[in-house]
T-cell receptor, first 112, second 118 residues
Framework: GNSVTQMEGPVTLSEEAFLTINCTYT??????LFWYVQYPGEGLQLLLKATKADDKGSNKGFEATYRKETTSFHLEKGSVQVSDSAVYFCALSSDYGQNFVFGPGTRLSVLP | EAQVTQNPRYLITVTGKKLTVTCSQN?????MSWYRQDPGLGLRQIYYSMNVEVTDKGDVPEGYKVSRKEKRNFPLILESPSPNQTSLYFCASSFGGGHPSSGANVLTFGAGSRLTVL
């Protein structure tokens, strides 16, 4: 079946550092890929997505590129802020959205 | 405001006492789903529904029931809760179906319901 693997946290960075959170997936067909973010005490919210190979999703300075050849969707940000502290989930959905699979989440802490 | 509303947000109960966690969305979404979040395991799907009167099991359905009598509501029922159902529960919805590039499969989540079973 479909699965998502992402790097274990927690990740602790200083403000303005470069961020990479690795995500790889296993899926049949042509899944859509997502990064969701969960701030303390809140539900998950969509950060960015990509629906086909070589697509780049971007939002709030975060980027991720759908790499079919390496089955990866790594999240990057050039300069993190304290307000980026949260848990980040990589996820995929099957062709027509009825089967979402989430990774275990990576907790990011950004220190001033 | 477009949202998914869950209640209660926090609940402490005892083993065997039936409970229902309600979920309602105001976006006319066809697809609704329940997840539980446990440390180190991420989100695991419990049940999902593609439309009214259509429900299906996710990865961890044991001990749970759902119903979808109306499009906007998708309650999660624990008939006889046990301590291993202590968790953080999320309801989510989307338009579902359609081509992925349309955005139909983007999930909107509720704020979560933290359940403790003693």
């Amino acid at each position: 079946g479909n699965s998502v693997t992402q790097m274990e946290g927690p990740v602790t960075l200083s403000e303005e550092a470069f961020l990479t959170i690795n995500c790889t997936y296993t899926a049949t067909g042509y899944p859509s890929l997502f990064w969701y973010v969960q701030y303390p005490g809140e539900g998950l919210q969509l950060l960015l997505k990509a629906t086909k190979a070589d697509d780049k999703g971007s939002n709030k300075g975060f980027e991720a590129t759908y790499r079919k050849e390496t089955t990866s969707f790594h999240l990057e940000k050039g300069s993190v802020q304290v307000s980026d502290s949260a848990v980040y989930f990589c996820a995929l959905s099957s062709d027509y959205g009825q089967n979402f699979v989430f990774g275990p989440g990576t907790r990011l802490s950004v220190l001033p | 405001e477009a949202q998914v509303t869950q209640n209660p947000r926090y609940l402490i109960t005892v083993t065997g006492k039936k409970l229902t966690v309600t979920c309602s969305q105001n976006m006319n979404h066809e697809y609704m789903s329940w997840y539980r979040q446990d440390p180190g395991l991420g989100l695991r799907q419990i049940y999902y529904s593609m439309n009214v009167e259509v429900t299906d099991k996710g990865d961890v359905p044991e001990g749970y029931k759902v119903s979808r009598k109306e499009k906007r509501n998708f309650p999660l029922i624990l008939e006889s809760p046990s301590p291993n159902q202590t968790s953080l529960y999320f309801c989510a919805s989307s338009f579902g179906g359609g081509h992925p590039s349309s955005g139909a499969n983007v999930l909107t989540f509720g704020a979560g319901s933290r359940l403790t079973v003693l």
